[in-house]
């Protein structure tokens, strides 16, 4: 809560959400030299290496680094606490354990995770009560109130583990991520970033999730994800022209090498710009970036995932619009032998072949 360590720290946690890690891990590497006995800065420079794993979350190239980061925060953290600095030794044992489980969720690895979320909420409670840690707090509070109740309605197998937690409540948590994103330092772009999430993907309102996700764009112009994102709820939202100027740009910085913008940044982009062509009927341009969005997918490895089969859906019916049915029933049959039998891309398949043998 010391307002010389905010200030001493915010140059490095702005340069972080911008993607320029070289000066904010060294801003944190300062930090670490200068207060080395506190968790803070080993904290910032593991939350560093996440923020490089979050625009394609496979990537397990930082993972060395970040949990060796946040071992060490976890020691500085345990250590401060066994002395007597109950609170914020509980602040970051909480808050580090609560993004080591983040990190096992993205991995799949849903035991560890549920072992780090029970000691996040375990020394969440030395700081609960505290006004000064007050918005700080609310951010735990508020991704478990939302989480524990989304989780197991959409992941079933999950139930069995979630009845060791208490009962949360989704309608709460995202009043209180709201209140955080406006009014917390550490947290804040933490909590914005989950709500913009939560807004567009788990709560189907891309609409409400536009402002944030435009201010995030904004505030960082070099942050991957917060472009990419902001790029689909402007899609989403019948945004065109907007969300082509956007989807444009990240592929001119992924061109040009910017940190961050890689393959998976460019499959959405293109998917989009696809799109976008298609409906304004400029075929060659619409083909153009179907194809691009392809390339990009099996670069990321993300043949399965909707936009490369939708990519490839269009790229069919392109075919047979210009009389090309041989490649048009070749792309047809790529996308039933990758998606699933049951997801819609499948069946569209299925069908446009029907329809090609009648005639």
């Known amino acids: ?41 080993y904290f910032m420079l593991g939350l560093s290496q996440w923020w490089r794993m979050v ?64 000691n996040a909420l375990k020394y969440l409670d030395y700081c609960r009560e505290k006004e000064e840690y007050g918005a700080e707090i609310l951010f735990g509070d508020a991704l478990y109130n939302y989480y524990s109740v989304w989780i197991p309605e959409n992941y079933p ?6 009845i060791f937690f208490k009962n949360g409540d989704k309608e709460l ?8 994103a406006n009014n917390a330092f550490f947290t804040r ?16 309102n891309p609409m409400e999730a536009l402002p944030v996700s435009q201010y995030l764009a904004q505030t ?12 689909r709820v402007l899609y989403s939202t019948g945004r065109n022209q907007e969300a082509e100027r956007e989807a444009l740009s990240i592929l001119n910085k992924l061109d040009s090498g910017y940190v961050g913008y890689e393959s998976n940044n460019g499959r959405y982009a293109s998917f989009f710009l696809g799109e976008i062509y298609r409906k304004r009927g ?50 047809f049959k790529e996308v039933k032998k990758l998606a699933k039998g049951k997801h819609p891309s499948h069946k569209l398949a299925t069908r446009y072949l029907k329809e090609m043998k009648k005639m």
């Open 55 to 118: 625009p394609d979350v496979t990537n397990t190239e930082f993972d060395e680094a970040f949990f060796a980061y946040m071992d060490s925060s976890l020691v500085a953290s345990q250590n401060i606490f066994d002395k007597g600095s109950t609170v914020e030794g509980g602040f970051f044992l909480s808050a580090t354990y609560a993004f080591i489980g983040r990190v096992h969720a993205e991995r799949s690895n849903w035991t560890k995770a549920a072992a780090a979320g029970k």
């Open 157 to 162: 197998l999950l139930k069995p583990i979630m």
């Open 282 to 331: 400029i075929r060659e341009e619409s083909k153009k970036f179907y194809t691009k969005a392809v390339e990009f997918g099996l670069d990321a490895n993300a043949e399965k995932m909707g936009y490369h089969l939708y990519s490839l859906l269009n790229l069919g019916k392109i075919a047979f619009q210009e009389g090309d049915e041989k490649l048009a029933e070749a792309y």
């Open 189 to 204: 772009t933490e909590a914005q970033y989950f709500l913009m999430r939560i807004l567009a993907n788990e709560e189907n």
């Open 220 to 231: 960082f112009p070099n942050n991957p994800y917060f472009h990419r994102f902001y790029t």
């Open 1 to 41: 809560m010391d307002m010389n360590i905010q200030i001493e720290s915010t140059e490095g946690i702005n340069n972080m959400y911008n993607f320029d890690f070289a000066r904010a891990d060294s801003q944190f590497r300062w930090l670490k030299k200068k207060y080395g006995w506190h968790p803070l800065p």
């Open 173 to 180: 948590g995202i009043k209180q991520l709201k209140e955080v």
